[in-house]
Nanobody, 113 residues
Framework: QVQLQESGPGLVKSSQTLSLTCTVS??????????WSWIRQPPGKGLEWMGV???????YYSPSLKSRTSISRNTHKNQFSLQLRSVTPEDTAVYYC?????WGKGTLVTVSA
């Protein structure tokens, strides 16, 4: 069974870069045709898909976040990471990593003004 665990700072200052890592166990991020996503949920709002990194390292981003988002991976550690640049308090959310029906528990990131 695949398990995912988000990690990273819970507080980021405005204009800085939010960086999170997802550690995967029970499956390899390089397995053919697998794709690994980042999703977030601001307080009181719905889920927002941010982007995905595929088994071959290719990436796809939400058009609304593309200019500020990067997703990368470390295949040796079986991890993939999210960077969101120039954050504002509107980026405060619970951030999740996911694979198909498997989700991490999520991590709350608060952006201070």
């Amino acid at each position: 069974q695949v398990q995912l665990q988000e990690s990273g700072p819970g507080l980021v200052k405005s204009s800085q870069t939010l960086s999170l890592t997802c550690t995967v166990s029970g499956g390899s991020i390089t397995t053919h045709y697998y794709a690994w996503s980042w999703i977030r949920q601001p307080p009181g709002k719905g889920l927002e898909w941010m982007g995905v990194i595929a088994y071959d390292g290719s990436t796809y981003y939400s058009p609304s976040l593309k200019s500020r988002t990067s997703i990368s991976r470390n295949t040796h550690k079986n991890q993939f990471s999210l960077q969101l640049r120039s954050v504002t308090p509107e980026d405060t959310a619970v951030y999740y990593c996911s694979f198909r029906t498997y989700w991490g528990k999520g991590t709350l990131v608060t952006v201070s003004a």
